[in-house]
């Protein structure tokens, strides 16, 4: 693993509120661009549009995926570009996979991937069973109304692994579910094997 | 003693240009002074190497230099089937006087060096290779910076830190003796490349003290060169009376 001499080190809480805090400012960033669109006249579709004048709401949480999963990205491919440095040459998409499970998710969530499975035909469905995002989340309805309201939560990770991915020549699709709380589903269709 | 670098070269996932510079003696004398790179422009095209009395273009020297980045690219391609573990490509090709030496990261990008050909380049070359790497990486990471695997990089930051790791290699192994640079410098134009690695030297330098002495010295004696000059003159007027007492004798 690679070990930096000049470290300059930080608590990891930090990292966990940046993320929580993360989906509201996009939330919120959207919709002062969504106004700015709708200000200005036919910059954003009618049919998008509600009678009130607002951005629709699937429009708003297609504009807040794009944007949370971007930043992700970006950030994946960071990481991968200083963290795989010193390693052996991955030969195939499952070696690629290994260490994103290992050695990545070990980097951002300090834990590994619980379960990985493949197809060996492109899909790889990634399991992670307390996944550290989710550890402290509930609402007072409990149940489908946490599943629902965690799932923005998810878009992140999404990004960074889609981010990782593509700057290991790996093209890929990336989709997040769950089910129970604490778990955390990625399914990953790779495009392309190289 | 080893051979200094004369091009550097990044080439992203796609085989796409990323980053090209060169470090030839002929640009670094040449990008001071526009009016003479206009007047000799297309002289020598078999030049590339070692630096020679004449000047080229650096818009010459940069088309070669892709040309030759772009070779290395098949290389690359030929060999990483063979290739499992390691970043290091060593040697890929000698041409026109150009040893090409390349490094691949796990990411796909693809390092060229280009030294003047000559010396047999042992194991150090790793370290060059992984301080561009490591400056890669920073650009990277750097969050003001937009990735684009299409562009080329541009970055002030990056440039100074290629440079910096470039001219510490480059000072270290003095390729010119201090008759050659003079030579050189009085020749070629008063403010030469020589003066700047002089500065690079002093600050970059990780070898040992004697390396670094040794540099100064030898750019200084060459950056002084025109010293010479008024110190003749001086001796010319000294020497005309004694040679009017020469001939009076």
Known sequence: MYTDPHAIYLNLSCLDFLLVELIPMSERVVEVIGERK???????????????????????RGAVFKHVEGLGYRVGQGLVERFSQDRPRFTDVLDVMKFICKDLWHLIFRKQIDNLKTNHRGVYVLTDNSFRLLMRMSTEVGGLDTVTRAQPYLWFPCGVLRGALANLGVQATVVAETTAIPVAVFHIQALRQD | MVSRIYLVALMGRENNPLYVRSFAPETASTSHDPDSTGVSSYDDSSSIGPPSAKVTTSRDTELRYHFLAHIS??????????????????????????AMYGWMTNTGVKIVLGFASGEIIGSEIRSIFRAIHFAYISLVCNPFYTMDERRPIHSRKFDINIGRIVNAWNGTTPTHTPAESISRSSAASPQSS?????????YYSNASNNETIEGVVMSYSGSRSPSPAPSRSADGGITAPTSETVLAS
């Open chain 2, 194 to 202: 020589s003066n700047i690695s002089a500065t690079s030297t002093v």
């Open chain 1, 38 to 60: 709708t200000s200005n006249g036919n910059a954003m579709p009618a049919i998008l549009i509600e009678k009130d004048g607002r951005i629709g709401e699937e429009e708003r």
């Open chain 2, 73 to 98: 690219l098949d290389v690359f391609a030929a060999r990483l089937p063979q290739k499992t573990s390691d970043s290091d490509f060593g040697l890929l090709f000698v041409q026109d006087g150009m």
